[in-house]
């Protein structure tokens, strides 16, 4: 015996600012709270689909505190920064020479 979807109908207006309310029934079926995040999905046929977003990336904890250092050193001594030289330069591409890299490929694990 085969059991009939039913579809869940809440209708919700949309305001000046051209916001509107997730209804609780809708935050309970996507398994979101009131502070959740949901992602809308517009489908080639026009239908729109509301789902749970996946979760954010992780910020590599020890990125934010390097940029903070970065920056204070560049802002007490500008007289620091300098170009590369041209023989460094010219060195950098004698080691490099025929060297191919596809930045779009994945790391390899470090082996030891």
């Excluded at 051209?18 to 080639?44: D, E, H, N, Y």
């Amino acid at each position: 015996m085969s059991k009939t979807a039913e579809i869940l109908e809440i209708p919700a207006t949309i305001t000046a600012r051209g916001q509107t309310t997730v209804p609780a029934a809708v935050r309970r079926m996507l398994g979101v709270g009131k502070s959740g995040r949901i992602v809308f999905r517009g489908l080639a046929d026009g239908t729109v689909v509301i789902a749970k977003a996946d979760a954010p990336v992780e910020e590599d904890p020890a990125l934010r505190p390097f940029l903070a250092l970065l920056e204070r050193d560049l802002m007490e001594r500008p007289q620091a920064v300098a170009p590369v030289g041209e023989d460094l330069y010219q060195r950098a591409l004698a080691l490099t020479s025929g060297v191919e890299v596809d930045l779009d490929e994945a790391l390899s694990d470090d082996e030891e």
